[in-house]
């Protein structure tokens, strides 16, 4: 087992509190958006095995059968199929929806094909994978997640008591589903001009008069939006889907051609290796609006809150359709958790102190924001508080 050391992204979007203090650290004053836990070549942990620091991409690229097991391997590839992420959001993300494993693969073949560099700004595969999520909540968590059912919608924009948006109203309550929504998505993410400026502005005046009536209401997290993203008709967007608010522990999964955008808390994320991103507002970068249609899902419903489940040693999994990767968490005082060695597996701790005894009599001790990889190397560890201590558990279903 090795004592992860990880890189922290400081995306504009970041909070500038949430992860220094989940690692006992003073704020800098700048924002800190992601800490990521894994192997992905955009910012790999490292680890130290008494030669200096490594990548852990490049451990697991020397020994892949050694390191994430002959199954793993066999059936993910020669690569640690998920990342995981301590995902502390102080502003809006975009709204962004992820592509299908086909989808992903299409794109970036041609776009490999057209000789477009990796790192250019206008690149919407950075890689030929999918990108499935969950997100669990650390803190309270608010986000926005998959389109609403357009009757829902409808009566959500009529309550503005915005004329200008009579034309799309009539569009959700007079088109089958699946095509009022593509067509109210594309409408408003192609309003330009000073016509669509005015009607944005109004739209976010009413939106702050919802907020204000009932402040704890789903349009507070529509108001903080356009209050940090002034006449971006990533708000219009935003008011087609479903406003999300997460109580500590509870989790939303976020499969290929869901819209979605986080909008502020402190959340542990797990996700498919890939950075595969297609954007639709509530945000200074790359919008394709012709490919963002073209992979998201045009279906309204209410997300499903996922709850752990909880099984007789006290792991607290949440279920998810895929296998690429699989979380849990242990809330430890008095008893042990014993984790098998048949896949590769990555813990981190978000409070108290944890104490990890491998099969050989070796220990490693875990705080608050501290984090390992433990290699499928076939051997158990076991798991206790140190006296008390939650940590979750990043692996894959075999």
Known sequence: MDKLANTVRPYAWGSVTYIPELLGQEPTGEPQAEMWLGAHPGAPSRVDRGAGPQSL???????????????????????????LKVLAAGLPLSIQAHPDLAQARAGYAAEEARGIPADAPNRNYRDANHKPELICAVT?????CGFRPVAEAAELLESLEVAELLDLIHLLRTKPEAEALSEALA???????????????????????????????QFSGYAFAAREFPGDTGLLAALLLNYVRLKPNEALYLGAGIPHAYLRGLGVEILANSDNVLRGGF??????????????????????VLRP???ADGE????????????????????????????PQILLCTEGGALLTAADG?????GPGDSAFLPADGRDTTLTGAPAATVFRATVTL
Do not use: C, N, W
């Open 283 to 304: 945000t200074p970068k790359h919008i394709d609006v012709p490919e963002l249609l073209r992979v998201v899902i045009f279906e309204g419903r209410h997300p499903e």
């Open 309 to 311: 489940a909880t099984a």
């Open 187 to 217: 409408t408003v993410l192609s309003m330009t001009g000073p016509a669509a400026t005015d009607t944005i502005a109004k739209v976010a005046e009413a939106v702050e008069r919802a907020a204000a009536a009932e402040p704890d209401g």
């Open 316 to 343: 607290q999994l949440y279920p998810v359709p895929i296998d690429e990767f699989r979380l849990s968490r242990y809330q430890l005082a008095d008893g042990a958790a014993r984790l098998t060695g048949a896949a």
């Open 140 to 144: 309270e968590f608010e986000g926005l």
């Open 362 to 366: 070796t220990t490693l001790t875990l």
């Open 57 to 83: 991409a490049e451990l697991i690229a020397a020994a892949p059968e050694r390191e994430l097991g002959a199954a793993a391997v066999a059936k993910f590839g020669p690569e640690l199929p998920f990342l």
